[in-house]
């Protein structure tokens, strides 16, 4: 059974940091792209970053760009967004999802289709 657990979300002033994580149980991480996804109160789910398999390929999507990365330790079965120059319109429950394939063309990760196995998800809130 493929479980995603993810943590590392809080409470965080505009400007601050936060590492997320993703962890894996019951599957094998290496061999699935990761997303990690967003959902704001009453906002249409949207995609943030995604992994490849290998960690070869990532992709942001341009509210993120710059701020956010993305990285996997395929030995711990965990995947990580490192999150920086966090603003209020940051704050949303994050989820991870695991996808069984590569996705093509790179940008069609940020689809929440494309994913089989989704976290519960953990409170990112940046407020003063």
């Known amino acids: 059974q493929l479980q995603l657990v993810e943590s590392g979300g809080g409470l965080v002033q505009p400007g601050g940091s936060l590492r997320l994580s993703c962890a894996a149980s019951?599957?094998?991480?290496?061999?699935?792209?990761i997303g990690w996804f967003r959902q704001a109160p009453g906002v249409e789910r949207e995609g943030v970053s995604c992994?490849?398999?290998?960690?070869?390929?990532?992709y942001y999507a341009s509210s993120v760009q710059g701020r956010f990365t993305i990285s996997r330790d395929n030995a711990k079965n965990t995947v990580y967004l490192q999150m920086s120059g966090l603003k209020a319109e940051d704050t949303a429950v994050y989820s991870c999802a695991a996808a069984p394939r590569t996705i093509i063309p790179v940008a069609r990760c940020l689809l929440p289709a494309k994913y089989i196995s989704w976290g519960q998800g953990t409170q990112v809130t940046v407020s003063s």
């Open positions: 019951g599957f094998i991480l290496d061999s699935y792209t």
């Open positions: 992994i490849s398999s290998s960690g070869g390929s990532t």
